[in-house]
């Protein structure tokens, strides 16, 4: 049992992407790792080597993940997104693209308001993100 009460968002993604998106997350988004991955074996109610839980860190925000062994009717919703904060221009304006490739822009990169430098990007696996320069 947990000694403290620990939260974090946990992500489940269809038909077995969750290992594919967490490697593209890491390779793409600053401070971010996979620190353990536990997969469904032989005769279990996933299938075989599909990604039972994994923890990582994306953002330095940990994350947890699952390939869902049931199909759903839903997916990801843009109403939750993760919230990024950047260090620099070409930071922001890579992690945007790279994101943003396969998925939408729900708000270009560019100058807003409220903030200097900001996107609202849907990557390619359906999450919400949301960018911002520090």
Known sequence: ???????????????????????????????????????????????????KVAHATVGGLHIMAIDSPIQHQFNFTPSLSLYITLPDEETITEVSKQLADGGMERMPLGEYGFSKKYAWVEDRFGVSWQLNLD
């Open 1 to 51: 049992m947990a000694s403290t009460t620990i939260a974090a968002p946990f992500f489940m993604f269809q038909d077995g992407k969750a290992e594919e998106a967490l490697n593209y997350y890491i390779k793409i988004i600053p401070n971010s790792n996979i620190q353990s991955i536990t997969r469904y074996g032989a005769g279990e109610h996933g299938q075989e080597g599909s990604i």
